[in-house]
């Protein structure tokens, strides 16, 4: 399993933007799939976006899109999430999450998941 960690949570207002970033420990990056999910308090983990192992594929859910764009640098063996126009909704614990499947987007797609980074969005 690979080893990631996110991080550049914090807490902003509402309109504001945020950029998570998740690091892969594997120099096999580059052939998974990788997510992102959410988890706010009391409410199950959700599907915020998704991208191919090249960059080329990327997927949404209904309530993020034109307002989240997720990227990734595999030289870098990162995956980004660029989060802008942030809803006080938004307010989670975002996990990235790597996957040997093609497009998934269900938990039990993903093998190997991050310690999360907390989002904070404030009306």
């Known amino acids: 399993q690979v080893q990631l960690v996110e991080s550049g949570g914090g807490l902003v207002q509402a309109g504001d933007s945020l950029r998570l970033s998740c690091a892969a420990s594997?120099?096999?990056?580059?052939?998974?799939?990788m997510g992102w999910f959410r988890q706010a308090p009391g409410k199950e983990r959700e599907f915020v976006a998704g991208i191919s192992r090249s960059g080329g594929s990327t997927y949404y859910a209904d309530f993020v899109k034109g307002r989240f764009t997720i990227s990734r640098d595999n030289a870098k063996n990162t995956v980004y999430l660029q989060m802008n126009s942030l809803k006080p909704e938004d307010t989670a614990i975002y996990y990235c999450?790597?996957?040997?499947?093609?497009?998934?987007?269900?938990?039990?797609?993903?093998?190997?998941w991050g310690q999360g980074t907390q989002v904070t969005v404030s009306s």
């Open positions: 999450a790597a996957s040997r499947a093609i497009m998934p987007t269900k938990r039990a797609d993903f093998a190997s």
């Open positions: 594997e120099r096999t990056f580059s052939t998974y799939a």
